[in-house]
């Protein structure tokens, strides 16, 4: 049975891309139908995002563009984009504003900044459209490609150790370090914390995966439960017996529960009875993080899911098994991930190759 908040979340994705594109040049549809059946939309999405705030970069910093609606750019506009305009966006993208339209027609600014990732990844959509503009004749080069982008420096890959792992549990489950504040309703959520916790640490899910389990989508007999992964790829993973029973102790809980309509069958519920959202997790992590482990910054549910694999890993020294369970389409992005601990077991196996004992490091006897 397909999952009807992984549909639900296409169909809106898919609406968004539309709307978007009413504000985007005409050439834009062309190219996003050209990729529809090689992108999901969430990627289509992020694109169609991306494309636009390059037209607006154009028509708020260059001259020539000054003022121009970003739905009014032509093929001819884009011939006129120089290798230094791009040059330009690049450097742009790490600092701008955005002006945001909100109640009453009010206009908001909002200060963006961008590091060398996220400046990698929206000049990379970019690239792409340039490909498609290449390919398609519509440009006589491909201006975009001769950008470098910026350098990438390795990123400390942040997980919770063992005793920060158990902290986080523990405090989910007696929430007694908890502030006054959360205390209040930390009884309503405790069950439903926990189980959310340790499926994350138990399984390496992703979130959208965590938020989009139905109650049919679990089979406790066998241990074991169906997500949705990316692309819309169903996978049957398999829980332990300690997860299973966080899982069951909720459920017992969560039936009894009258959902709203239209959420009848989501599994994880929020307290006003709807479909947890991926911002409640978030925050949900965050907070026992921050007393569970209050060196580590930015705990969020994707690192539970390194955390997860970091463990798998150091339990198995299988990094196959550890991309096929992460639902990783390369192997080389898990090799990635977790280089480090490879590191850390060639060490060690380094270690327990002995030549000699030490008794065995004789120095040549004395006449």
């Known amino acids: 049975m397909a999952n009807d908040y992984h549909q639900q979340t296409q169909i809106a994705r898919t609406k968004r891309l539309r709307e978007l594109l009413k504000d985007l040049p005409d050439v834009c549809g062309d190219y996003f139908l050209s990729i529809e059946q090689l992108t999901s939309p969430l990627t289509r999405l992020s694109y169609a995002y991306d494309l636009k705030l390059f037209f607006q970069y154009l028509s708020d910093e260059i001259p020539k563009f000054s003022g121009k609606p970003v739905a009014a750019f032509s093929i001819e506009d884009i011939r006129r984009i120089t290798k230094q305009d791009l040059e330009r966006f690049a450097r742009y993208l790490s600092y701008y504003v955005k002006n945001e339209t909100g109640g009453d027609d009010q206009i908001s600014s909002k200060e963006i900044t961008n590091h060398e990732y996220g400046i990698k990844r929206k000049y990379a959509s970019l690239r792409a459209f340039y490909k498609y ?4 004749g519509l440009i006589e080069g491909n201006t975009a490609a001769l950008v470098p982008l910026p350098k990438l420096h390795e990123r400390a890959i942040i997980r919770l150790d063992i005793d920060e792992v158990a902290r986080i549990l523990d405090l989910a489950e007696n929430g007694q370090a908890l502030p006054k504040t959360y205390q209040k309703y930390h009884h309503v959520t405790r069950k439903r914390d926990l189980a959310m916790l340790s499926l994350f640490l138990g399984t390496g899910i992703r979130i959208s995966e965590c938020v989009g389990l139905n109650i049919d ?15 819309g790829k ?23 529960i009258d959902a709203l309509p239209g959420h009848e069958n989501a599994f994880f519920l929020s307290i006003q009875r709807r479909r947890i959202t991926q911002r409640a997790v978030e925050n949900m992590v965050k907070k026992y993080a921050a007393i569970a482990a209050p060196l580590k910054k930015k705990i969020s549910p994707h690192k539970l899911r390194s955390t997860f694999g970091t463990n798998l890993y150091r339990e198995t020294g299988d990094i196959y098994l550890v991309a096929d369970v992460l639902g990783h389409s390369d192997v080389n992005t898990t090799r990635k ?10 060490r060690i196996a380094a270690q327990k190759t002995v030549l000699r004992e030490d008794s065995v490091h004789l120095h040549t006897p004395e006449d």
């Open 133 to 136: 503009l290449f390919a398609e």
């Open 217 to 231: 989508d679990f089979d406790f007999e066998q241990n074991a439960f169906v997500i949705t992964r990316k692309g």
């Open 234 to 256: 169903e996978v049957i993973l398999y829980l332990s017996d300690e997860v299973s029973d966080a899982l069951k102790s909720y459920l017992e809980e969560r039936l009894a």
């Open 337 to 346: 991930h977790y280089a480090a601990i490879a590191e850390e077991h060639r």
